[in-house]
């Protein structure tokens, strides 16, 4: 595998940077292609990442044929008049998001065998939320050797209470609903633009969903789905990451057509630590202080604080003046880059799921390992900043998310190489 080299300290980003599809968003509008029984899918703007190739393989195996041209950034999904019930093992271990097919396999199947989804080691994260919403739906659901198997004669359409806003479980309700017979209410839903994506795709396909971007969502059943063309939403995290990027290194840097609707709650923390944002004709203008001030963070389902932009604004604050506050409440289990950062100097108190980071203008380069995917991220920003050399490995964390991402740091002024590791480690 490779590893990253960052030379800090001096770096002030400048230029545009492009930001890429949403992985998040493009990962569940493969699994909606299956719902389509005749037609193509066509979804423009697709993020060139590991976990796209992942989803595509695992598509494609269920039996809608998926052809991806890089260079355009597109796939062509060509819908099957019959799709196989079972998501082997293979294609399911590594990625979590991969659960996502379970809706589509059961609504046009009557039934689905699943793998137990495996993904970054954040927390336990359980999928009772999406397997409770089959059941009021009529499925019954057991569990054998490893395999999730669902089955109903006909999904039919109930009302579903969400305990927490899972976006993975509204997601895979929305699905399965898209085919069941009547209507599904989902409460408490996920209000994550992805979501929004999801249902603007589904609309396309044929289907009836309502509320998408709200809490609560209205599926009314349709008896077929069609193929539609679709532009994925833009990656509100990777254009998050580089707003963080520009303020840490008292950069001035523009996301080219970023969606700052997207981003309210990181560009409010970023404007209260000292970040200058101007809205241009071609995207959004992020601007760094001297100084970055600490700041208090909590992470909360969409619209609060992202827990995806967690270990990024982290990182920040590890540079700010002062202590700064950092409470993760999406998932447990997710501060494990901060032991990381500790390794360049950082001072952080770790109680549960709260962490008060003092802020340190001297950090210093350090050999590190990415714990996650945005973790690699974060472990990169404060390379930028740390005096001397930061080596960051296990880049295939990175290689899940980002496209390209030494790349866009170096374009924007980045000391920054990407080597292979001859040391061997993964
Ligand atoms: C999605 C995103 C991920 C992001 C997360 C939260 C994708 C591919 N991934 O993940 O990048 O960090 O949203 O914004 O879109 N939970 C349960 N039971 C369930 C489902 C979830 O208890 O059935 C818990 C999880 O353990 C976790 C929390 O709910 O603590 C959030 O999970 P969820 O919103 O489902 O995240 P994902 O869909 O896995």
Do not use: W
Not at 356 to 376: E, M, P
């Amino acid at each position: 595998m490779d590893k990253i080299i960052v030379k800090g300290g001096q770096t002030k980003l400048q230029g545009e940077v492009e930001i890429e599809g949403a992985k998040n968003a493009v990962l569940p509008l493969l699994a909606a292609t299956l719902l389509a029984s005749k037609g193509e899918v066509v979804l423009t703007n697709v993020p060139i990442l590991s976990d796209v190739f992942m989803m595509n393989n695992l598509v494609d195996h269920l039996g809608t044929s998926i052809s991806f041209d890089q260079e355009a950034k597109k796939i062509i999904a060509k819908a099957n008049s019959e799709i196989k019930t079972t998501a082997p093992y293979e294609y399911v271990s590594k990625m979590r998001a991969s659960i996502v097919v379970m809706g589509p396999i059961l609504a046009r199947n009557g039934q689905a065998r699943v793998s137990m989804p495996g993904g970054c080691s954040i927390g336990s994260r359980p999928i009772d939320l999406h397997l409770r919403g089959f059941e009021q739906m009529g499925a019954t659901i057991t569990q054998n050797a490893g395999y999730i198997e669902a089955k109903a004669d006909k999904l039919k359409g109930a009302h579903i209470y969400l305990d927490f806003p899972s976006v993975g479980a509204t997601q895979n309700l929305i699905l399965a609903a898209t085919l069941a017979e009547g209507v599904t209410t989902l409460e408490n839903a996920a209000r994550e633009p992805e979501i929004v994506d999801l249902a603007n795709l589904l609309n396309k396909m044929g289907a009836n969903v309502k509320g998408a971007g709200t809490d609560t969502i209205i599926i009314k059943g349709v008896e077929k789905m069609h193929g539609a063309k679709h532009s994925v939403v833009q990656d509100r995290i990777e254009a998050g990451t580089f707003m963080v990027a520009a303020a840490m290194t008292q950069g001035d840097v523009l996301i080219k057509d970023a969606i700052a609707e997207h981003n309210r709650p990181l560009i409010s923390k970023l404007s209260e630590m000292g970040v200058n944002f101007t809205q241009e004709e071609t995207g959004l203008r992020v601007v760094g202080p001297e100084k970055l001030k600490a700041t208090s963070v909590k992470t909360l389902p969409h619209p609060g604080f992202p827990t995806d932009m967690q270990s990024q604004m982290a990182a920040a604050q590890a540079i700010a003046a002062g202590e700064s506050v950092m409470v993760e409440t999406v998932f447990e289990n997710r501060f494990k880059h901060l032991e990381e950062m500790r390794r360049m100097g950082l001072e952080v108190d770790i109680t549960r799921n709260t962490a008060l980071i003092q802020g340190n203008s001297n950090l210093q380069g350090a050999a590190v390992k990415s714990t996650d995917l945005r973790a690699s991220a974060a472990l990169i920003l404060l390379g930028l900043v740390a005096k001397g050399q930061t080596t960051v490995r296990r880049l295939s964390h990175l290689d899940r998310g980002y496209y390209k991402f030494h790349e866009k740091l170096k374009a924007l002024g980045a000391d920054i190489v990407r080597v292979k590791d001859e040391d061997g480690e993964e």
